[in-house]
């Protein structure tokens, strides 16, 4: 139980079920579905009033229950390699064996059925392998943006060549939802997605101050509406509070680790089912996690109205995961100079190269050019065959032994 805990939490809560009952609803009121990966256009979704479903949130419930446990063995067991992504494996042997979290987190007995597959691959290509499962069994269209990878700058012919393909996909959308395309609706939902993304963006930077007021682990559960609900009124309308609430916690000193000090940044995804055991050892060593590449990838604030094709074509292409060694090395040191870190913690998710940025020198690099000590943390964002609290802990602890000796934290006692 945090020492300070964020008052948005309670909204939050209920935010979510409220997300999950629009889902049920539609099922049940015969409202066509999407879904869509977490990084897809869902503004351009949602100006056809499709309700929309994020396979990838189905994922990290997946792993914060440890659920994921019982269904990946059983996707291994229809041919899919205990290698690849465990969101995939964990979601594709629920589905396989008839059961979800959702039952007991939403009260609902099953995901929702879609009408379409909608996926883009800037983060993977597991994805669409994901999406091409359930395309196979349920006998729906599987649509989507093919992204350049891996791109050092953004230019206007990335730019151009997206912002095409999301023109190409009106036409089916339009088939699929019974919905004539409106670009001044599609303006309308670009401009909430920006403004809720601006705020989430304000809320995150508010832990540039010290004492940080929230940690990367409340931004593990505070992101959920970036992701499922940008678009709509509601994200905007929490993420004013939230930012509010930030701004308030800095005036006033308050700190999400009481007694700060140093300050990390963390890249790679969250191993979901061992939050707690992370955020509490950290806690007690006075270590705030005041950053990260994970929850800063949903603040999509370049997002524009009067340019909804070209700006979501920009944004979703832009996006660090798609980014080359280079320009993420330069976000990486931005970051530690906006958020004074002390140091890095990349973690090395066994099963999700794409966001691993382990394998090729980068942490040691930025330990040359930067002077911070960067730990390489083995794991995985579900399975938890890959990851072992003992080795962990061991680790965790020597790293921040190393930062006293080097960082510019001190003690504040
Ligand atoms: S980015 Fe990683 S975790 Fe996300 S879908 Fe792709 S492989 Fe899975």
């Known amino acids: 139980m945090p020492q300070n805990p964020i008052r948005a939490?309670?909204?939050?809560?209920?935010?979510?079920?409220?997300?999950?009952?629009?889902?049920?609803?539609?099922?049940?009121?015969?409202?066509?579905?999407a879904w869509c990966t977490s990084m897809g256009q869902v503004e351009l979704l949602r100006a056809f009033g499709l309700a929309i479903y994020f396979p990838e949130n189905h994922g990290a419930l997946l792993g914060a229950t440890r659920r994921c446990m019982d269904y990946i063995p059983v996707a291994n067991g229809a041919g899919y390699s205990p290698e690849i992504c465990s969101y995939l494996t964990s979601d594709v042997g629920?589905?396989?064996?008839?059961?979800?979290?959702?039952?007991?987190?939403?009260?609902?007995?099953?995901?929702?059925?879609?009408?379409v597959l909608f996926y883009n691959t800037n983060q993977c290509r597991e994805l669409v392998d994901w999406f091409m499962f359930y395309h196979r069994r349920l006998g729906v269209p599987c649509i989507g943006i093919n992204t350049p990878r891996h791109i050092d700058q953004l230019t206007k012919e990335h730019v151009e060549s997206v912002a095409a393909q999301e023109r190409a996909l009106?036409?089916?959308?339009?088939?699929?939802?019974?919905?004539?395309?409106d670009e001044g609706r599609l303006s309308d939902i670009v401009a909430l997605s920006r403004d809720a993304s601006v705020l989430w963006k304000r809320a995150l930077e508010y832990a540039r101050a010290r004492p940080s007021p929230m940690t990367f682990w409340d931004g593990t559960i505070h992101m959920g509406p970036i992701v499922v609900m940008r678009g709509l009124t509601e994200a905007v309308d929490y993420y004013r509070a939230l930012s509010t609430e930030m701004g308030e916690r800095?005036?006033?000193?308050?700190?999400?680790?009481?007694?700060?000090?140093?300050?990390?940044?963390?890249?790679?995804?969250?191993?979901?089912?061992?939050?707690?055991?992370?955020?509490?050892?950290?806690e007690k060593h006075r270590v705030s996690v005041v950053a990260s590449t994970y929850c800063n990838?949903?603040?999509?604030?370049?997002l524009d109205p009067s340019r909804p094709f070209e700006s979501m074509a920009s944004e979703y292409t832009g996006l660090h995961i798609n980014r080359n060694d280079e320009r993420k090395m330069d976000y990486f040191k931005r970051m530690a100079k906006d958020y004074s870190i002390d140091g890095f913690v990349f973690h090395n998710a066994r099963t999700c190269p794409a966001t691993s940025?382990?394998?090729?020198?980068?942490p040691t690099r930025l330990e040359?050019?930067?002077?911070?000590?960067?730990?390489?943390l083995d794991g995985d964002l579900c399975d938890l065959r890959c990851f072992s609290d003992d080795q962990a802990r061991t680790a965790i602890e020597a790293f921040i032994e190393q930062l006293g000796g080097v960082g510019s934290g001190g003690d504040p006692r």
């Open 9 to 33: 939490t309670a909204v939050f809560k209920q935010l979510m079920k409220a997300h999950y009952a629009e889902l049920a609803g539609a099922a049940s009121s015969g409202r066509k579905l």
């Open 94 to 115: 629920a589905y396989l064996k008839g059961e979800t979290p959702l039952k007991e987190s939403y009260g609902m007995e099953k995901v929702p059925r879609p009408d």
């Open 170 to 181: 009106v036409g089916p959308l339009e088939d699929i939802s019974g919905v004539g395309f």
């Open 250 to 282: 800095v005036k006033a000193g308050v700190a999400a680790v009481p007694g700060e000090r140093f300050r990390i940044f963390w890249d790679g995804m969250p191993v979901w089912g061992r939050i707690r055991m992370l955020s509490e050892l950290f």
């Open 297 to 302: 990838t949903w603040a999509l604030d370049g």
């Open 357 to 362: 940025n382990t394998d090729f020198g980068l």
């Open 368 to 376: 040359e050019d930067t002077g911070i000590p960067a730990l390489v």
